[in-house]
């Protein structure tokens, strides 16, 4: 690895633990420099501005969440079990909620948009041929595999990433990715059980 590359994954790191330990909003440029003792002109080499040392944070992020997602795939698991822990291992921890916070601020709007299309991208390919091997064992009947999976990742972000949902969403869900990946009833109602239950709210 050459010395400015080194240099720069260094101040992705100190911007990470930074960003985590006193969020995004309350870390500046100068905070980071000084962390890093660097020269000022040494950061703007590197980095435009502090939003594209976010985007860069969150890349680094993303490929973290893709190995972590390749691993799961590898298992002996059943495949409905590797579906849903791949979809589940391409969020940010609980940790790393300070960063995706960020990216629900109006001034990161851009950005939130091409952090989920480059997700969709990458996980897209990984899961389609999961869910070929489910349609090889018969679990699964369905065409169209990445087009399908692209919806199943488009309607799972929404649901549970984007705010509250209820247990009617879940229900939902369950019964929609079911019928997207022709399988028989039942086959995913496991997903009941994995769903962090905190963020669920009662219907009035």
Known sequence: MKKGEKRKKELLKIAYTMFL???????SVDEIIEKAQIAKGTYYYHFKSKEQMLEEVIDMMIDNETKMAKQIIKTDIPVPHKIIGTITSIKPTEEEQPIKNALFQPENVLMHYKVRKKLIEIVTPLLSEVIKEGVEEGIFKCDNIPERVKMLLII???TFNEGKFTEQDITVFI??????????????????????KNDMEEVK
């Open 175 to 196: 019964d929609m990715t079911e019928k997207l990946l022709g399988a028989e009833n039942g086959t995913m109602s496991f997903i009941y059980d994995l769903i962090d």
């Open 156 to 158: 799972s972000d929404s």
């Open 21 to 27: 330990t006193q969020g995004y909003e309350n870390t």
